[in-house]
């Protein structure tokens, strides 16, 4: 708890982030239980709001969030040839803001657990929308409110963080000509962060004043809901690309080492990351083409949206021409790869017909928007964080881990995926709205191979839970630093040479 190293610090974040992450997948599993049937019989409707409510709050804050910041923490100095990241005691302090955020988010369940009255889960969606979120009576709501703050000052000082460290912490063999895609991935990161943040503590500052003090800040007479949703994805789409650019960073960097190739247009690939880190605060509107918004003003919103995909092609291409006639070697983390690039294609080009107005006012609000997303953030990210947690494995623990099981995760997560997203989008399609805990029954069909796919994927998370907790309690000790045989490629790069010295030491 007094650590300031910031190889610990790495570890604590990625073992918070994978805690909160299966807590968040098993809200998941509760309300596609609920799905099962057309009618209400598992847990309510009430319930049901809760669930996806603190699911999406749990997986986009103290999940994806906070591991990306643990692999930035560990494997930054490294890379960037650094004895510690800038500001040690501030990383610790950034660190140790989560776990009491994520007591003060998941504070309703916590009582309930307890028997504590009085204090139930939020059911106002992770938005948090008013009127509904300001006239909500529900106390957990402000508790909610106070632990997302939280987060978000934690993001930002493990943003300003990473920022001082790449800018004036490189060692002298580290000019910006040789700096490494994922450290200027999590440098645009960390600038997003930077501006997009403050935002969203203002506006939930705000939210809480609105709803305990009687001020009219997102009043319904004064338009102050369409004021929250501008200010709120203001914030939000960035925050979308806070998620997703490490996750491209990490699939930039791991995918080379498995195809014997330099990643084809590094240059490119930088410039496309920086584009996004511009580009990502001129989208939010296409959130609101359903608002009544200037129609004048829909029109720029979709034109910068359907610029965004370009530099997102352009890494696509690029990760596909690294693969091109490389000698590609199957692993886990080179499999993830695989995997979070074809689930990028097909998210990305899902999005792209969200970015049209005449077919967003159709789609908006429907399941194919959730499906849409979640194959950006869960076949995409995830499967990203889930390449770097299998290639740097023996690094982090000293131990390996058992090939098969990280096999049988991936394709039962591969699967999973694309079962159970598929059929959102399809329920989208024909015209389900998202949100809803009954549903006509012509739609049954497809739910329930939505849920059967979700059951897969908790299925092959468990897998890796096991996986990882057996192996580092008794898998083989790590003998020869190069696990991954880097040298013949001349991959072994800066944060396995200085394993392979303490190896030796």
Known sequence: MTTVDHEDIGLLYLAFGSFAGLWGGTDAM???????????????????????TTHGLTMLFLFATPVAFGFANYLLPLLVGADEMAFPRVNAVAFWLLPTALLLMRAGVLANLLGVNGIDPPATGWTFYPPLSVRESNVDVDLVLLGLHLSGVSTLLSAINVVVTVVTERGADVGW????????????????VVFAFPILGAVLLMLLLDRNLGTAF?????????????????????E????????????????????????????????????????SFGVWGHH??????DPRLRGAFMAVTLAIAVPSAVKTFNWIATIWNGRVRVAPPSLFCFGAIANFVVGGITGVFL????????????QYVVGHFHFVLVGMIVFALFAACYY??????????????????????????????????????????RRTATYPLRFAPLHQIATIGAYVIG?????????????????????????????????FTREWREFERRLRD
Do not use: C
């Open 30 to 52: 509760m309300f596609r239980t609920e799905l099962l049937a057309p009618s209400t019989g598992v847990w309510g409707t009430e319930t049901y709001n809760a669930l996806f």
């Open 392 to 433: 740097w494995f023996p690094l982090f623990t000293g131990r390996l881990y058992d090939d098969r099981l990280a096999m049988a995760h991936f394709w039962l997560t591969m699967g999973g995926v694309v079962v159970a997203f598929s059929a959102l989008v399809f329920l989208g399609m024909q015209g389900l709205p």
């Open 355 to 366: 970015a049209a107005i005449p077919v967003d006012v159709v789609y908006h609000g429907t």
């Open 459 to 491: 299925f092959g998370q468990l897998l890796w839970a096991w996986n990882m907790v057996r192996s580092l309690l008794s898998g083989e000790t790590v003998e020869e630093a190069d696990v991954w045989d880097l040298k013949r490629d001349g991959a």
């Open 218 to 238: 997102f009043a319904v007479e004064g338009g102050g809901v369409v004021l929250y949703q501008h200010l709120f994805w203001f914030f939000g789409h960035p």
């Open 177 to 192: 000509e040789r700096l490494d895609v994922f450290s200027w991935t999590m440098l645009t990161t960390s600038g997003l």
């Open 240 to 279: 979308v690309y806070v998620l997703v650019l490490p996750a491209m960073g990490l699939v930039s960097l791991i995918l080379p080492k498995f195809t014997g190739r330099r990643l084809f247009g590094f240059e490119f690939v930088v410039y496309s990351t920086m584009a996004i880190g511009v580009l």
């Open 288 to 293: 609101m083409f359903t608002t009544g918004v």
